[in-house]
């Protein structure tokens, strides 16, 4: 019986590791310190003369990581794109890019449900941070939905999918992160593949990649509401422009309101997205660009003092710190799980597995969902991906496309209940007249066209595929 459990315990190091985090400890301090007392475990079997398939050697590595994580010019966009979305949401950018789309679409039916879809795509677009993105339009759009006589799973369900964009919209934290994790398992495969000259995946060919799955999605989204606007009036009423405009405070025009809202922020994402997919900045200078562009947004609204710019710098802070300490803790998990030789005790579950590299796909992304029900996304990306990604990518699979593919599965596990976070969040700033039941009813027509988009990008790869091939 110890034999089994040293021979697998790769996997039980994973599982307490999951169960310390389900635990509610401190993600950083979980990983590393599982870790260490794992590699404790493991080295003091060996010294006594049990074989516990552990190799000390790997945990020499450790500095080396470190100072690969500090050095990494890649990461120096989290800090910016961060910097970038906090200044968009505290400067109130967001709440008079509502306004102006409101303005625009409120008549028609389903307009108000349609403007928080497009509303949420640039908000995706600008903070790339899912929990920021629902709290904010949960904040700024629900009142406005539910008193104009929408139904409360209709205008729940949006804010939730809406905000859930953040994951797979580019400049998306997520796909920054998610990029260069599969940019170094992508050469791990192909060196162990015997090839010496290894091809690069980049952040940004992530994003090239994301786009047009990412509009897809948000087209299905504005397909659904005005279909169920049009089968169901009662549920997405039009409202009254005029009145509208008043109650927004927005008597003197509807042109200065679209002038103010719109344009500013699309000109900022259109230059660092622009920039990016023109092949004329990293998205690492990218990010300085559009967190220097959101100042002079903050600063041109008069939304920018002293005590919101220390607020700014904190959280910023705060975000940056939160990630690389899980970055320095899932680095110190990944050398105690291949020092119990976990890479090969995954690679020989995969080889075994029946349907080869689609059986093995199908296994990943179920686990991954699954996963995102417990962790946030940096946490099965620094954990979960570099341990399957070499793996998969080793066995053929495109690395933009399995990274989109993740992005996706991902977003949906987020939307799912009872326990995606999109759902927690917007259930903190709902109103408590506002029943879970009608949030986790809203979200279910959004998951099934989120299934259908992954379902299409596997029978489609070059959904994911195209666009990175033509740049």
């Not at 470190?66 to 990461?75: A, D, E, K, S």
């Not at 939307?415 to 917007?426: E, K």
């Amino acid at each position: 019986m110890l034999e089994l459990i040293l021979e697998f315990m790769p996997l039980v190091l994973f599982a307490v590791i999951c169960l310390v985090l389900m635990a509610g400890y401190p993600v950083a301090l979980s990983l590393a310190g599982t870790a260490l007392a794992f590699a404790g475990l493991g080295a003091g079997l060996e010294a006594l003369g049990i074989n516990a398939h552990f190799d000390a050697h790997y945990l020499s590595a450790f500095p080396n990581r470190l100072y690969g994580i500090m050095t990494n010019q890649t990461l120096l966009a989290v800090p910016l794109f961060v910097l970038m979305g906090v200044l968009l949401e505290k400067s109130k950018v967001a709440e008079t890019l509502l306004d102006a789309m409101a303005m625009l679409f409120g008549s028609l039916r389903g307009g108000l449900g349609i403007s928080v879809t497009l509303v949420g795509m640039l908000l995706a677009a600008s903070t790339g941070i899912v929990g920021a993105t629902v709290v904010t339009m949960g904040l700024i759009s629900l009142p406005t939905m539910l008193k104009r006589g929408y139904s409360v799973p209709l205008a729940t369900g949006t804010i939730c999918a809406t905000g859930t964009l953040g994951q797979i919209i580019p400049p998306s934290i997520a796909l920054v992160l998610l990029g260069d994790v599969l940019s170094t398992a992508y050469q791990q495969a192909q060196l162990e593949m015997g090839i010496f000259s290894p091809k690069t995946v980049s952040v940004g060919d992530l994003f090239m990649g994301a786009l047009i799955p990412g509009l897809i999605l948000v087209a299905l989204y504005i397909v659904y509401i005005a279909i169920t606007a049009w089968l169901h009036p009662q549920t997405a009423p039009p409202a009254n422009r005029e009145e509208l405009m008043k109650e927004l405070g927005h008597e003197r025009g509807l042109g200065l309101l679209l002038v103010k809202g719109l344009v500013p922020p699309i000109v900022l994402i259109t230059a660092v997205l622009g920039s990016i997919l023109g092949g004329f900045a990293t998205p690492t200078e990218a990010s300085a660009v559009g967190a220097f562009g959101a100042m002079l947004l903050a600063l041109a609204y008069r939304r920018l003092d002293m005590a919101t710019l220390r607020e700014v710098l904190q959280t910023t802070t705060r975000v940056t710190s939160m990630v690389f300490m899980i970055l320095i803790g899932a680095a110190l998990f990944s050398l105690v799980f291949r020092a119990f030789g976990g890479e090969e005790l995954v690679n020989r579950l995969f080889e075994g597995m029946p349907g080869g590299v689609i059986g093995a796909t199908i296994i990943v992304m179920l686990v991954i969902f699954l996963l995102g029900f417990i962790l946030d996304f940096i946490e099965i990306t620094f954990v979960v991906v570099p341990i399957v990604g070499p793996i998969l990518l080793a066995m053929g699979l495109d690395p933009v496309w399995l990274g989109i593919m993740i992005a996706i599965n991902l977003q949906t596990s987020f939307l799912t209940p009872p326990f995606g976070f999109a759902l927690f969040y917007l259930r903190g700033v709902a109103p408590d007249s506002v029943p879970t039941s009608a949030i986790y009813r809203g979200v279910i027509p959004f998951i099934l066209l989120q299934i259908g988009m992954l379902l299409a990008l596997a029978w489609f790869p070059q959904l994911a595929t195209w666009l990175p091939a033509k740049f």
